[in-house]
């Protein structure tokens, strides 16, 4: 339960509670600048600027507490402070100031069931973003603000992993896995 950390390439492990509320988590993510994000199963949210030294707990409002299954920041982090937490009933939650404070981004959603989630890599060209629910796939074309049905909804299997192209802005690809085993391009 809670963090651990290696710092002699996964040798040893350490535990590390400061400054965490709960030391069960579901998520945890890495900025491009370091920055840690973790996300529990009571759904408190948590953010790390020193390595995972000691921890943040960032506001989140109570009617939005729900497991946290995924986290993603922005490819754009460093300048924008963007971080998505996706919930297990919650829908999908957005900080903006690096992890202070965490606020609704579900408008779209048709299910606040969020199993997966993935980001186009650069958001210098393209604010895009997908998200499975038990539904199916949506797709955000503004940094999570709306959402919209994909062509994949499905009633019968449920994408749970969700993976997009490094060379996206070329290609278009996004890959979307199912619990039945099923591969989508």
Known sequence: ?????????????????????????????????????????????????????TWET????????????????SPNFQRDGTVFAATDGGGML???NSGSSWEDSSFGLGDLSVLALATSPDWSRREMMF????????VSRN?????????LM?????VDV????????NDRTVYAGTEEGHLYV
């Open 162 to 169: 969700l993976a997009v192209s490094p060379d996206f802005e």
């Open 154 to 158: 499905m009633d019968d299997d449920v």
């Open 94 to 96: 957005v900080t903006r």
């Open 58 to 73: 960032g506001l989140v409002p109570q009617e939005l507490r729900a497991m946290v299954t995924v986290l993603v920041q």
């Open 1 to 53: 339960c809670g963090i651990f950390y290696s710092d002699d390439q996964g040798g040893t492990w350490r535990q590390n509670l400061t400054g965490l509320t709960t030391p069960l988590l579901s998520a945890l993510a890495v900025s491009s600048t370091g920055a840690l994000f973790a996300g529990s199963l009571s759904g408190d949210l948590f953010a790390s600027f020193n390595y995972g030294k």
């Open 143 to 151: 940094g999570g603000r709306a959402w919209r049905e994909s062509e």
């Open 131 to 138: 998200a499975a629910t038990t539904e199916g796939v949506f």
